[in-house]
């Protein structure tokens, strides 16, 4: 793995909001891939269960990324900003790349904040040219290709944080925020982890960054520290109940960790996965074959996602969370990920419209946020059927299902699914490279 170097000149990049990628996010020196990271400085440390619908082609109700110049729409309101105003539930976008301006029209239509991920990050570094100038300017000045990479996604951080500074503070810090994740070469190394979200939280300098950590084993010590540091955390690919609840104890642990009297700007989310979970509960249950099992398809996720927030008001109630709340904290809010519809004979808004509900937030890609959009309801749904959800739950079970076998394995993948994607990334950035090497030859 790649060594750290230069640590000590290290200093917060300087956002630069314009839609030409030709400047360099910063003077700093970015590692080159927070894999080892332990020489660190110290100082960085401050029931629509089963609906169906078909699918029909409609025109984009959003410009794309990298499309030239935006698409100059007035803003109007729709159904997201009816989600948060009449269901208390946030919808943000599951997407980053350049010109992060074009995250604007978003804005204008109800999106609250953006999520993003090393695949996201390799499709839009690979398949844009917008990252040219910056990338050419890093490689001539002798930066190795992971840490440009690293350049060039503070910069897209830094930017669409910006786009999102009057929602966090007309919410006070509790909405408006966009998250960058760890390296995901990072997930079984807990101080590892801890040591990257510092350095990312200080490199990034912005109020509203949430510091992507993964749920796996290794790294539930890692959000508890990192909270505890003060710095805000977006928990990723937690695929079960029994990660989640430790998922809330690590966040819980990290704010009596703290000591600071005010908690009110340390928050989190916790981002639970859905469609991945029906994806291979499915396959399962096409094994199994039986009548029950095929009728319980495409019903998995939902059921599940249900019972995590039950577990979410039981745990974010009583006089442990109660004695918190007296120091401004704020309860690590649910956030459904992975809401995408991978079955075409599935509804396009199954992994949105039945998670509805105050407190949490939703993720979605284009195609949920445009079917959403266009046709979804907005009403409370999480907790309308919870007890068809418990059935469902123990019906799987019953038919010999181990949740907690699932979710270790949609973890798995998960992890190795983003490790593949920032490794793509780093070679297709060395090719980039070595073509621009030759050419100035």
Known sequence: MASISNLANLTPATCVHSRSSSSSSSSSVLPRSFVNLRSLNAKLSSSQLSLRYNQQSRPSLFVRC???GGNGSAAKRTTLHDLYEKEGQ???????????????????RGVRGVTSNPAIFQKAISTSNAYNDQFRTLVESGKDIESAYWELVVKDIQDACKLFETIYDQTEGADGYVSVEVSPQLADDTQGTVEASKYLHKVVNRRNVYIKIPA???CIPSIRDVIAAGISVNVTLIFSIARYEAVIDAYLDGLEASGLDDLSRVTSVASFFVSRVDTLMDKMLEQIGTPEALELRGKAAVAQAALAYKL????FSGPRWEALVKKGAKKQRLLWASTSVKNPAYSDTLYVAPLIGPDTVSTMPDQALEAFVDHGIVKRTIDANVSEAEGIYSAL????IDWKKVGDQLEEEGVDSFKKSFESL???????ANTLKLASH
Not at 91 to 102: F, S
Not at 312 to 315: D, E, G, L, R, V
Not at 426 to 432: C, H, N, Y
Request: hydrophobic letters at 30%.
């Open 66 to 68: 990298s499309a030239s």
């Open 90 to 108: 946030s919808p943000w976008y599951d997407n980053l790349c350049r010109p992060v301006t074009d995250l604007l029209p978003f804005i204008a």
């Open 216 to 218: 796996t084993g290794p």
């Open 312 to 315: 979410y008001q039981k745990k």
């Open 397 to 400: 079970e019953k038919l010999g």
């Open 426 to 432: 780093l070679g297709t950035l060395q090719d980039k």
